[in-house]
């Protein structure tokens, strides 16, 4: 008898979304210069959340003039005084976590149940992570007096919108910068809360300034000549567009941008694990995740045993209703990101390869796409190449070592990779080979605020995270 899932919907109460919302600049909700704004949408069910000021350059310019004034105060705060506030920072983020992942659920459309027991957490953790370290900067490896370079300007995407801020916020603050972040089109709202957060935490007007809109406004920041530092998560193009705008100028730049991970099975590997982590390698946060494991690398000899038994998981994947914590599979950020996925999966039909998802019935509305496979693929499919930030795996099949690391290098990026298997030594050779910024042995998608984070290649450069991620806010 097969017993089928209640529903456990979290409830919607302990969240108080304002009909419109300003830009947050030197401590104070304002609307914009021009007076335009935007809707924000919940994919799960495209109803307007609520209203957001849309930036322009005036804008911009009025963050970054509150940032540029607050500096000279903030920077000059020992240490163990900005930990203080950045301490305070990380307790009211735990004590209203339950509201914040219900927020973000719904701005974001992904589950509750990773919301609320993956993001929130980490947040949490990287401002009591970089609080630590705001009074040992001498310490830190850059030199006995590192100093912090001034107004850092923040371009975050859509997919981890709390959990991007924090990455770049708390080491920014903790290094005795000031901030202006613009956080993306379609989930502007946890950025907005976190705002709230900085006043109830008491943080100095103009130390950190949030300014919502299109990629007009990312620009105004990007190019600002009073920006010290640009630090920016999102796609290759718009990356390879940043760096042409900021070379030639004194600011420092990170790139955190797109990937096409390899997860790569031998066939000593614990079977069954090796399965769930594969599910959560691409499956997690719909597979919109820059290091998703979205091509999946199998030993030959043990393919055919990988294949039935990831279907016989993927048919027991709930995808529904984001706020049930029961569902797995939540919906798709946006239409835009929806036809991206449904595009380069009609593609990987076209160029031959086999799909396969399991029997799912989608919500009328909303942005909804099936977990998809495709197998008999080969290096030259677009599903092998491209990134489809979405939930679509890749199936190829290798037969030594020497193959696996060659087809998993075989790509433009070099963000993560994952590695299965029983035997140390072939652990630690594949991760000494493989071209990627993190290398997952017998897991995936496990993140530590101590642990940098960063790409080779056409996946960006710089790091985020642990010590490595406070020389980007230092001039060393």
């Known amino acids: 008898m097969t017993f089928e899932y209640a529903p456990a919907p979290e409830s ?72 203080k506030y950045l301490f305070r920072i990380a307790r009211i983020i735990q004590e209203r976590s339950r509201e914040l992942a219900v927020l973000e659920t719904l701005d974001n459309g992904k589950p509750i149940r990773e919301t609320r027991d993956t993001d929130l957490p980490l947040v949490a953790a990287h401002f009591f992570y970089y609080a630590g370290w705001a009074d040992k900067l001498d310490h830190a490896g850059y030199g006995a007096d590192p100093r912090p370079l001034g107004v850092a300007g923040q371009v975050i995407p859509w997919n981890f919108p709390l959990l991007m801020l924090a990455w770049k916020i708390a080491p920014a603050l903790a290094t005795g910068n000031t901030v202006v972040l613009k956080p993306a089109e379609t989930t502007p709202l946890s950025a907005l809360f976190f705002a709230d957060i900085c006043r109830q935490a008491g943080l100095p007007k103009g130390v950190v300034n949030i300014i919502t809109g299109d990629g007009a406004a990312g620009a105004a920041l990007v190019e600002h000549p009073d920006v010290n530092k640009v630090a920016f998560t999102g796609s290759t193009a718009v990356g390879k567009a940043i760096a042409r705008k900021v070379a030639g100028t004194n600011k420092k730049l990170t790139l955190e941008l797109g990937g096409k991970g390899a997860n790569i099975v031998f066939d000593d590997a614990p079977l069954d694990q090796a399965v769930e982590g594969i599910v959560n390698g691409i499956f997690f946060n719909q597979g919109q995740v820059c290091c998703a494991g979205s091509r999946l690398l199998v030993q030959e000899s043990v393919a055919e045993e990988v294949l039935d038994a990831l279907k016989r998981r993927l048919g027991t994947l709930r995808l529904g209703d984001p706020l049930d914590k029961n569902t797995d599979i939540g919906a798709i950020n946006s239409a835009e990101q929806l036809a991206r996925i449904r595009a380069l999966a009609d593609a990987g039909e076209a160029e031959g390869a086999e799909r396969w998802s399991p029997a799912c019935e989608l919500p009328s509305s909303g942005y909804w796409f099936a977990p998809t496979l495709f197998t008999g693929v080969t290096q030259a499919h677009r599903v092998a190449r491209e990134e489809i930030f979405g ?24 963000l993560s990779a994952g590695v299965w298997t029983e035997k140390g030594s072939r652990i630690l050779w594949m991760a000494d080979q493989l071209r990627a910024g993190i290398v997952w042995a017998n897991t995936f998608n496990k993140f530590d605020p101590a642990s940098p984070f960063g790409g080779y290649k056409e996946s960006g450069f710089g790091r985020e995270g642990g010590r490595h991620g406070l020389e980007a806010y230092l001039d060393v």
Request: hydrophobic fraction near 45%.
């Open 12 to 83: 919607r109460a302990v969240v108080d979304i304002a009909p419109s919302y300003g830009l947050f600049i030197d401590g104070e909700f304002r609307e914009a210069a021009a007076g335009k704004v935007f809707k924000t949408l919940s994919p799960s069910t495209e109803e307007v959340l609520s209203e957001v000021a849309q930036a322009d350059a005036a804008d911009v310019e009025a963050a970054v003039k509150a940032a540029r004034k607050a500096f000279s105060g903030w920077s000059a705060l020992p240490g163990a005084e900005r930990a």
């Open 391 to 414: 939930p679509v795996l890749s199936v190829l099949t290798f037969r030594t070592p020497d193959e696996a690391v060659e087809k998993a290098n075989n790509t433009p990026y070099g």
